[in-house]
């Protein structure tokens, strides 16, 4: 992937420099605007990245994230401190692989906007990946910065307690159905089929669901442990850590959805 990027009018990308397993080829920035610049998910305290973004705006006025996971935002509040900009977002809840020092200066919730002579971005709350996660729609080009929501050629890992995959669900369907013509991943290229790659993820997700409860048929009061190998049979053995946080995902999602109950974390599936 090219470091800078100028994706359409007024929307610029740049590359963190932190590729890895979990990021791919690394974080996505934008910058919205030329005069006045927000900047979204600057990304982890990296000061080569930190200088290019400010070398791009003559003036930042605001830094946005989508959530506060440490490969999206922990650079926020030394930029906007460093430019005297305005600090958005939600804020980290308390718990584990969250980024503390986001204190946002303006909380942004459902529908909230950022309008400027230049540009309008929306907020949209798409909890699911993490219980704070925003996703931006930036009105002018009908596409949407979409942080770890959807990312580009990678599943994204639903990590509860703050992970949840029904809130998930839904949150990809509203993406969906706001009919955006292009999403800006968080990792990964601009997605211009955004429609067939959003089915795409809730058929896989239901069809991986379909298979916890397949498997919790023949195997009753068993734990995420118990089932991944059943589940992810596709998946190698190194991956198996990160495969349990996904399948106790989809077991709270059936407890939500009353399709089983749930007894110190053994699951057993409810008579249909
Ligand atoms: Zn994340």
Redesign the pocket.
């Known amino acids: 992937m090219k470091t800078v990027v100028q994706l359409s009018a007024g929307v610029r990308r740049v590359l963190a420099p932190n590729p890895s397993m979990m990021t791919g080829p690394g974080t996505n920035t934008y910058l919205f605007g030329e005069d006045a610049v927000a900047v979204v998910d600057p990304g982890p305290v990296i000061p080569e990245h930190m200088d290019r973004i400010r070398k791009l705006a003559s003036q930042i006025d605001w830094v946005l994230v989508?959530?506060t996971?440490p490969?999206?935002s922990p650079a926020a509040r030394a930029l906007a401190d460093a430019c005297g900009a305005e600090l958005l977002g939600m804020p980290p809840p308390p718990t584990a692989h969250q980024d503390q020092t986001f204190t946002p200066t303006r909380v942004l919730g459902d529908g909230d906007v950022l309008e400027t002579d230049e540009f309008r971005l929306v907020a949209i709350h798409t909890p699911g990946?993490?219980s704070n996660?925003l996703c931006y729609l930036h009105e002018a080009s009908n596409s949407i910065v979409t942080?770890?929501h959807v990312t580009d050629g990678s599943t994204?890992?639903i990590n509860p307690p703050d992970g949840n995959m029904r809130d998930y669900l839904s949150s990809l369907a509203r993406v969906r159905d706001l009919r955006p013509d292009a999403l800006l991943p968080?990792h990964g290229e601009r997605i211009t089929d955004p429609t067939a790659v959003i089915d795409w993820i809730i058929d896989h997700r239901l069809a991986r669901e379909a298979k916890v409860q397949a498997a919790l048929a023949t195997q009753p009061n068993a734990t995420a442990a118990d089932l991944v190998p059943v589940v992810y049979q596709d998946v190698p053995e190194h991956l198996y850590g990160w495969a349990e946080r996904s399948l106790l995902a989809h077991l709270i999602k059936l407890v939500e959805d009353g399709r089983a109950v749930v007894d110190d974390r053994h699951y057993t599936l409810l008579p249909e």
């Open positions: 989508t959530h996971h490969d999206h990946h993490a996660h942080g770890d994204v890992v968080g």
